[in-house]
């Protein structure tokens, strides 16, 4: 099997803006004793991922096969006496993960660009739910991760034909924005199109069968369609020429509670980018299996 190209698209592990939040809160942790007590209450710790979206597995899909966050919890359990639960929670795109955190039933959660700024936005109304972005899984520098595309066999050549036509996105994901930036670029505005929101699964299976005149996604849905032989390529975000991240963000108030954890989420995030960066391929093969994506 080939490598996956979009798994290789990762910033190195040790980034400074990952060594740098970690080394914050292990002074913070020092600091404040935290992971000090013996409260044997168990805390339950909610993380938000996306199995299917390859530019976030290091802090998803792969950190959990892989089970280093729950042993590095388990370590510090032996060390204070606490008892610590991690509940993997799967969503479709990032908009839900953020809905899921106001509602305070996901503390560390992983997205794209756009949902992180939407999230940060809509959980700034509510103490509780607060969040702050805390590591960096992934870039694109031209964004080209994004794309439309279409059926096999549409007339459709550029954004400017489907005017008046349906096409499927998930609101308020990164292909959303994507999508909103390349209409305003060809001189066209979100309402010359009919934008349906779906989430990309369920707008792959409408491209295929013909039901909606585009699919604007993430990766690796468009390159999925294309690889399949199920789309064609209309539009790829990088003629935006604006760069692209995934991320990770937890809600404040968790952080502040449970410093120890979020620095083992973070060392595990790390660990799990080393063992992507040095074993590729089996990587590859990991995600895959899980996911049923195939590693083109």
């Known amino acids: ?51 299917k979206t390859i ?20 370590e510090i359990g032996n060390a204070n006496g606490a008892r610590y639960q991690v509940v993997w929670q799967d969503f479709p795109s990032g908009p839900p993960v953020t809905a899921q955190m106001i509602g305070g039933k996901v503390d560390i959660g992983s997205m794209g660009d756009y949902p992180i700024l939407v999230n940060g936005s809509k959980t700034s109304q509510y103490p509780d739910a607060k969040s702050e972005m805390v590591a960096v899984t992934g870039y694109n520098l031209r964004g080209s991760l994004n794309q439309v595309v279409v059926p096999i066999g549409s007339p459709a050549r550029t954004l400017d034909d489907l005017r008046g036509q349906v096409v499927s996105t998930s609101l308020g994901s990164a292909a959303h924005g994507m999508l909103v930036n390349a209409l305003r670029r060809t001189g066209m505005t979100p309402s010359d199109v009919k934008v349906l929101n779906q989430e990309p699964s369920v707008g792959a299976s409408a491209i295929e069968g013909k039901q909606v005149a585009a699919l604007a996604q993430f990766v690796p849905w468009p390159q999925l369609m294309i690889y399949r032989k199920q789309g064609r390529l209309l539009y790829d975000g990088g003629t935006n020429g604006v760069p692209t991240f995934h991320a990770v963000v937890a809600r404040q108030a968790f952080t502040a509670a449970h410093l120890e954890v979020m620095q083992a989420f973070l060392e595990s995030v790390r660990d799990t980018t080393d063992y992507l960066n040095q074993h590729p391929l089996e990587a590859t093969q990991k995600v895959a299996s899980i996911t049923g994506l195939e590693p083109a």
């Open 55 to 74: 530019n976030t597995v290091t802090a998803g899909t792969l950190l959990r096969d892989r089970g280093t966050f729950e042993r590095r919890l388990a």
């Open 1 to 51: 099997m080939a490598t996956c190209p979009f798994l290789k698209r990762r910033p190195r592990p040790r980034s400074s803006a990952l060594l740098a939040v970690s080394a914050l809160l292990t002074a913070f942790a020092t600091a404040c004793g935290a992971g000090s007590g013996t409260d044997s209450a168990t805390v339950v710790v909610n993380v938000g991922y996306q199995s």
